[in-house]
């Protein structure tokens, strides 16, 4: 039975539109599952949208719409952004989904059961824009931090999840399990909150009607981030096929760190209350800036991966942002920082290398690619970064994962330029050669696969292989595996150099 992984991206907000922020992360965990897969693991990977709460409710009204219809006209928009960019998501979760209800109705039961919710009447001065309290010194002048609106005195019963309970259990938990968050410094962010003491949280409200409701006392919904985290558990079966759940859990996450304090501070409490085991890690990135500025949404709405890709293809969008942001610190974006990238990855070292090496094996191979050397030093070189790509792929660093990769197409760039082939004479010297830089080829289509499916695949056909890829796995990956004899074609550049603004040449 090969090994589970189970996969996962946050669930959207319907309220806005997919822009290259969602993209990161969704575009990150697709690299990342079709790696697990080309291992031979079994994988699951979901991603979805959180359709409930307050501001959907009113987006609704003021569109004349239901909530219902809001929600899926705006889900649509993520389903097809994720088709566009070629995601392979086994599942699409939509919060609002009977089986969705299910899942929070059972896991409400779970911690109820367990004495961790519990009745309470809040009272405070509350900012209706937030949906959030606040307390007098937070106020500036009288008003909402954030909206400089007048506040209201809120009285409203509230049920709250007893979070102060499990500071302990918390810690004890990081302490076991180190691998939990990951990068380390937003494992240290995480303890920070932990160790700077736990507030328990309101988990329902009575003033909304659009959520899942309470089980034993319908008057409330559940609010949305507990509504929203149980989406996990859902998308593995949970209350609804026990033995596939057993199967896909704990799960790995893949987020920003907008929403650290809630998945690796509510969300491990909210399992471990229902009897459930935490998830297996919490893969926590930055934000994508643009400018050095933290993107407004407005900015990021202007940047929509549609746009992107009508510029640099689907693969040259994917390829830019897990290379180009390494996974953990914040990152700048830029469109001439893309364009660059884009020109010295894709277009010169990897584009370079197959043209260069189907024209050569044309004009002194009859267009027959020959089998590579055995005991090529490019073999030895080829075991290292096969080993350095797996290590950062397993830890979620595709930057880091690619960087190795195109270090060995570096290195055949460099041996084809020493060795010449074109000047040489047809015979057993260029057949080495260019076996050799073939070969390469053949392992760079597995490695890259994960990043760029479509042009992996291609680089592929033109080496005469009648298999995809992705399909072969990385069993494949080890040295010897071009049989030569294939016919090579020669095409049009697999990426083609961008000059100026969206001027593919
Ligand atoms: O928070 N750079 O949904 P959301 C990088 N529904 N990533 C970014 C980004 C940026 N500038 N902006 C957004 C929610 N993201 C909740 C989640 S999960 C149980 C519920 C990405 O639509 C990043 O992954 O606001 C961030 O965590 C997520 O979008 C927030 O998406």
């Not at 040259?316 to 920082?337: A, K, M, V």
């Not at 047809?426 to 080829?441: C, F, I, N, Q, T």
């Not at 796995?473 to 294939?486: K, R, T, V």
Request: net charge negative; aromatic share 10%.
């Amino acid at each position: 039975m090969p090994d589970s992984y189970y996969v996962t991206t946050p669930i959207y907000y319907v309220t806005d539109a997919p822009h290259i922020g969602h993209a990161y992360t969704t575009v990150t965990a697709d690299a990342v599952a079709r790696w697990h897969r080309m291992a031979g693991e079994d994988v699951r990977f979901l991603t979805g949208t959180d359709e409930h709460g307050l501001k959907v409710q009113r987006s609704a009204e003021e569109h004349g719409v239901t909530p219902q219809e809001w929600a899926e006209r705006t889900s649509r928009r993520y389903e097809e952004a994720w088709e566009l960019l070629d995601i392979s998501n086994d599942d699409f979760i939509r919060t609002t989904e009977p089986r969705h209800h299910t899942a929070v109705t059972k896991i409400l039961e779970a911690c109820r059961a367990n004495g961790d919710i519990e009745l309470r009447r809040y009272e405070g001065l509350y900012c209706v824009s937030c949906e959030g309290y606040y307390t007098e010194s937070e106020l500036v002048e009288g008003n909402c931090p954030i909206h400089h609106r007048p506040v209201e005195h809120m009285e409203e019963e509230n049920y709250f999840f007893l979070l102060s309970r499990y500071e302990d259990r918390l810690l004890e938990w990081y302490e076991t399990h180190p691998e939990f968050v990951r990068p380390r410094s937003r494992r240290n962010e995480a303890l920070g909150f932990i160790r700077g003491g736990l507030q328990d949280f309101s988990i329902s409200r009575t003033s909304i009607t659009w959520g899942v409701p309470i089980p034993w006392d319908p008057s409330h919904v559940t609010y949305v981030w507990f509504d929203a985290l149980t989406n996990y558990l859902t998308g593995a079966g949970y209350g609804s096929d026990d033995e596939e759940f057993a199967h896909w859990w704990p799960a790995v996450h893949l987020l920003g760190k907008d929403i650290l304090r809630f998945h690796c501070v509510y969300w491990p409490a909210m399992l471990m209350s229902a009897g459930i085991e935490p998830p297996r890690n919490a893969y926590v990135h930055g934000f994508l800036l643009v400018g050095g500025e933290k993107m407004s949404k407005t900015t990021l709405n202007q940047i929509a991966p549609a746009d992107l890709v009508a510029d640099f293809g689907v693969d040259g969008f994917r390829y830019h942002f897990l290379r180009n942001q390494p996974f953990g610190p914040d990152g700048d974006f830029s469109y001439e920082g893309m364009v660059a990238r884009y020109n010295a990855d894709l277009a010169n070292n990897l584009g370079n290398l197959l043209s260069r090496v189907s024209t050569v094996v044309a004009r002194k191979c009859g267009g027959v690619g020959p089998a590579p050397d055995p005991g090529s030093e490019l073999g030895v070189l080829t075991a290292e970064v096969f080993d350095r790509a797996a290590n950062a792929w397993a830890d979620v660093q595709p930057s880091a994962a690619l960087e190795a990769t195109w270090s060995l197409i570096g290195a055949a760039n460099a041996m084809l330029e020493k060795a010449e082939p074109w000047k040489m004479e047809p015979g057993p010297e260029v057949d080495r050669v260019l076996g050799d830089a073939l070969e390469v080829l053949r392992i760079v289509g597995l490695l890259a696969a994960p990043a760029i499916p479509s042009s992996a695949a291609e680089i592929w056909r033109r080496i005469g292989l009648g298999s995809d890829p992705s399909a072969a796995g990385l069993e494949a990956a080890g040295w010897g595996g071009y049989p030569g004899g294939l016919e090579v074609e020669k095409g049009k550049p697999l990426f083609p150099r961008i000059g100026g603004r969206g001027n593919r040449s």
